[in-house]
């Protein structure tokens, strides 16, 4: 596999396509329904842009990495090709009948197309629906990630559910505590510290053995000054709903 | 400042009394209402153990790191000494004019007994109801943290606050993954590398602009498979709450 056709033009085609084009591969095409975002990414990756499936032209692997709901689509107005999508949550079986290589490539991973990541360390789970391109994309997957997972869509599916509370949930808890001290005209870098020490101690431990806090200790009097300061009403939801869960987990 | 008596052998008292006691401080006594618990700390600190505070001795600080609930209680009990509490919430308002020299030592950081940590780089809050005593326990403070900040109690409050969302609500998020993925037999390091890049993208955005995740793109499809798959009904509501959340954050 030397020659790739990336189908997609946003946060996860963007960090595969230059992971690939960096450890030797060619990117043959760039595929978005608007050329300029094809174009954009084309040009990082020296590939020839293109917003009409006809124009697909044969390559060795076409990384079909677009939303959910637009895979389906997709795969109805191309041909047969070797492939792979990248969604966690969307199982293989997508694929029907006419493909016969197909698989996925899951990065498991939170990609913005403007933080640039040691691509390397990001686990790729692996799937196919044979074992010859399986030997085929897991090779490819090596060349750019040390962490390769051979994992069925079952289980990929709760994998991407326990993601999104691990990074996306974690992530808006860090936009809330942000927007918390803004509005203090305090700098959020004095949590740092704070929450280094959060994530740093979870890697040797189950994180519910290492809670702290007035719900994990059920000081219900800090709990009601809480919710009593807190005035925007989706922020003062989210407290009530969180702290109500970790004092039912530590029951 | 050299002989501190310590009020409290919880998780904040420990690491406090440590962090002294490495740099040189002498902890003469260590308080406890329950012997054991005060016995236990001591043994480590060299230090006499307490349950009656008819018992204490002189020393240059007492530092009352006990339950917020507890600290009036204790004030009521003791007589005027130069002393601080630890607590993000408590104002300094709660030492009454009984006490000539008292103020506020609130290190912002998640502490657990049995988690070690570098003590140096955790942000120590200062607050004290005159300057010469100010002075005396920046002073201190300096020497078991690189991190020293003046604030007041209002402003401690609101970064009380946003430490709880910061640490313990993605601790509490990170409890989450685990229990999901330990359901369906999956290990939770396969998350590590995603919680590490979901941090490092942190110290230099805004949350908020970094955000990825069905939520974010307002994905409803997959958004209704994940609450459909969660059999939970705490862990679902929590799922609904944020996604709502993130979604109108986003608007």
């Not at 060619?26 to 040009?43: C, D, F, G, T």
């Not at 913005?112 to 044979?130: D, G, M, Q, R, Y």
């Amino acid at each position: 596999m030397k020659n790739i056709t990336l189908i997609g033009s946003g946060n996860v085609a963007t960090h595969l396509g230059l992971a690939l084009k960096k450890n030797g591969f060619n990117i043959k095409q760039v595929y978005s329904k608007v050329l300029k975002n094809a174009e954009k990414l084309s040009l990082i990756l020296e590939a020839e842009a293109i917003n009409k499936l006809e124009k697909l032209t044969d390559s060795d692997l076409t990384i079909l990495s677009v939303s959910d709901n637009a895979i389906e689509t997709i795969l109805k107005n191309i041909k047969d090709r070797p492939i792979v999508h990248t969604s966690g949550y969307t199982g293989i079986n997508i694929f029907n009948k006419k493909f016969n290589n197909c698989g996925v490539i899951y990065p498991l991973q939170t990609l913005n197309k403007e933080v640039s990541l040691e691509f390397s360390e990001t686990p790729l789970c692996i799937e196919a629906n044979n074992p010859i391109f399986e030997k085929k994309i897991t090779k490819l997957a090596y060349s750019i990630s040390k962490h390769i997972i051979a994992l069925d869509s079952e289980k990929r599916k709760s994998i991407h559910i326990a993601a999104v509370f691990a990074s996306n949930f974690t992530n808006h808890m860090l936009s809330i505590a942000y927007d918390l001290l803004k509005e203090k005209n305090i700098d959020f870098s004095i949590l740092l510290p704070l929450v280094n020490q959060s994530i740093k101690k979870i890697k040797n431990n189950n994180p519910k053995d290492v809670q702290t806090g007035p719900a994990k200790r059920k000081d219900i009097n800090i709990i009601n000054h809480h919710v009593h300061d807190i005035k925007n009403t989706r922020i003062k939801k989210i407290y009530k709903t969180i702290t109500d869960s970790i004092i039912k987990a530590s029951e």
